[in-house]
């Protein structure tokens, strides 16, 4: 994978003033790295003679012993291709003070003062890295600075002393300041084994990258690293200060690295684990029902008309409407739920829908949409043969006009259903499904929705509704716009399209960090590597990348919603591009990668 920058943070043994030991201890550290493809190793505040040493570090013997010991560092480390970052003391204006020595293939670059005025900046790939010597609770001030200068990565070496609770808080003030400054930044904190007075040392390293954790490890032993890889392309994507005139060190290419050290989740819009998971769950959920409520409130308006298919979008919409009349005191029946059979119609999502609708106390009413498509494609010329698009938009618009009509009707509110993954792929009907009041799912991707129906199915709230909502969870996606002999379902989406779950991967991908299509493969390879073979992966993101670009114009003129749900939006205040652009030059890059492997 390209523009990879693999970062190891080694925690390694430390024997108080004994410079010559502690170098040992770090030339094994620093080899372990190197075997790895590491392209910068970190190691921590004052490892060559202990953050511990205390006045021994005046000695000019302990000085001298540190100075030399980082020499013969350089001279073994001559065939290493990766930048070494070595802290020891040095005297300064006649105070002592830690300062970390930068080596590259055995020659020492740079030796940076602990209170250096000026940002270094040295290349690594297209990204640049920044050293620090601060306490890990001070990378807000002294981070913030180094990326104001250009760096793209900020390395904290540090020695703090520990108290309970202390490395917790350092990772999450890591993670905090690479979310906020749009960087990445690795910390290596010193060893518990140097000394046991004054102070006890908490040994920790982690590397972290826009608010992301790659890596973090905390060990009693005496040695341990934390090694992960940063993304140039996903840094580049969130970056926030661009410096100007910007003369770094020195350079370094890439190294070679097998598999990749960080972890690539299957649906990165929710947290992996189960707590997290479900916390976020219900706060989109309860997203929704605010942007509803936000919407009905400063509009006067008291009622709601939603179509209901008996399938998963249309199900989170009228649950989320559901909840949000209950929390404005308005009474249930305000929800107009209509049923509108059409030809694809199955019993199964029929009988559904209006379970669903029994179930919630909703208005329910039923508008079959047969006889009308039958007279409108007669009219057209088209009659009920070939079932084809037009065959299919015409029944979507239909439902379109009766919802709107109703909805005129009683002086309510249309409350769409479309989700994200359907406007990213443009599997709507422009001037059908595509139209509404207000969306209350265009910030909910597909496998969102799946993951908030089962938890609300779990839920007290809908504990009447819960056996139909685990058979719609159950139930195959599909438009059911066209008929089949046996009463099954004539269409199933997924099998048009491709998996939803890598659909909501690639668009993630591509459009929060704007990746290559080459990369965005990349990630899903690993990601899903024992769920997809490689063909189907491919196949299925050429579809992604297709329909994502042809779908622009139904996207440019789509219907408000809660935009900012979800860390991806396409609403036309977030996002933007051509309706006319073609995809043409992203499947050439992707082709032309692939072609290379």
């Known amino acids: 994978m390209k523009n990879i920058i693999r970062v190891s943070a080694c925690v390694h043994k430390v024997v108080s003033g004994n410079a010559a030991r502690c170098a040992g201890y770090a030339l094994k550290a620093v080899s372990d790295a190197a075997a790895i493809g590491a392209d910068i190793i970190v190691l ?65 670059l740079a030796v940076i003062p602990e209170n250096c005025e000026d940002t270094l900046l040295f290349a690594c790939g297209d990204s640049l890295f920044a050293v620090l010597s601060c306490r890990p609770e001070d990378i807000f001030i002294y981070g913030t600075k180094a990326v ?27 993670a905090a300041f690479t979310k906020s400054a749009g960087c990445a930044a690795a910390v290596c904190c010193s060893n518990i084994d140097e000394t046991t007075f004054p102070d006890v040392y908490s040994p920790f390293a982690g590397i972290f990258e826009c608010g992301s954790e790659i890596a973090w490890q905390t060990h009693i032993s005496s040695s341990f690293s934390a090694s992960g890889d940063l993304d140039a392309d996903i840094m580049a994507s969130q970056k926030k200060v661009f410096a100007d005139e910007v003369y770094p060190i020195n350079s370094h290419e890439l190294n070679d690295k097998n598999g990749l050290l960080r972890k690539v989740v299957q649906n990165p819009f929710l947290p992996e684990e189960y707590m997290d998971s479900v916390s976020v769950t219900a706060e989109y959920f309860d997203l929704q029902v605010r942007g509803l409520m936000g919407r009905l409130k400063n509009t006067g308006i008291k009622k709601a008309v939603i179509g209901i298919s008996g399938g998963l979008d249309s199900t989170l919409a009228v649950l989320a409407a559901s909840e949000a009349f209950e929390r404005l005191g308005l009474p249930s029946k305000n929800v107009i739920g209509i049923t509108m059979p059409g030809f694809g119609t199955t019993g199964r999502t029929y009988e559904n829908a209006l379970s669903l609708l029994d179930a919630l106390g909703t208005d329910k009413r039923e508008i079959s949409i047969k006889n009308a498509c039958t007279e409108h494609l007669e009219n057209i010329g088209h009659g009920l043969e070939p079932h084809d698009v037009t065959y299919e938009n015409a029944q979507a618009r239909e439902r379109m006009q009766i919802l709107f009509d109703v909805a005129n009707w009683e002086k309510a509110l249309v409350i769409g259903t479309g989700d994200l993954s359907e406007s990213a792929l443009g599997w709507c009907t422009f001037g059908g ?152 030059f992203m499947l050439s890059e992707l082709d032309a990668y692939l072609s290379e492997k």
Do not use: W
């Open 44 to 108: 921590p505040r004052l490892s060559i003679c202990g953050a511990g040493a205390g006045s021994l570090m005046n000695n000019k013997v302990v000085l001298d012993d540190c100075k030399n010991a980082v020499s013969e560092i350089a001279s073994r480390t001559k065939e290493i291709d990766a930048y070494i970052l070595v802290s020891s003391p040095i005297r300064e204006n006649g105070r002592i003070s830690a300062a970390t020595t930068v080596i590259y293939k055995g020659e020492e």
């Open 148 to 174: 104001n200068s250009g760096a793209d990565i900020v390395i904290c070496q540090s020695s703090a002393p520990a108290y309970a609770g202390y490395r917790d808080e350092c990772r999450k003030i890591f």
């Open 433 to 584: 499904d595509h139209l509404a009041g207000y969306n209350t799912n265009s910030s909910i991707t597909k496998t969102m929705a799946r993951c908030i129906v089962k938890y609300l199915a779990q839920s007290p709230s809908f504990a009447n509704a819960r056996s139909v909502l685990e058979d719609i969870l159950d139930t195959p996606v599909s438009p059911e716009l066209i008929p089949s002999e046996n009463g099954e379902m004539g269409q199933k989406t997924e099998n048009i399209l491709g998996s939803y779950e890598l659909h909501d991967f690639f668009l993630y991908y591509f459009v929060k960090y704007s990746l290559a299509p080459s990369k965005v493969f990349d990630y899903a390879r690993y990601a899903f590597e024992e769920v997809y073979s490689e063909e189907y992966i491919i196949n299925t993101l050429k579809t992604f990348i297709r329909r994502f670009f042809s779908s622009q114009f139904k996207r440019a003129c789509s219907s408000e919603g809660c935009a900012a749900i979800a860390p991806v939006s396409l609403s036309s205040g977030r996002f933007s591009m051509p309706s006319d652009s073609s995809a043409g």
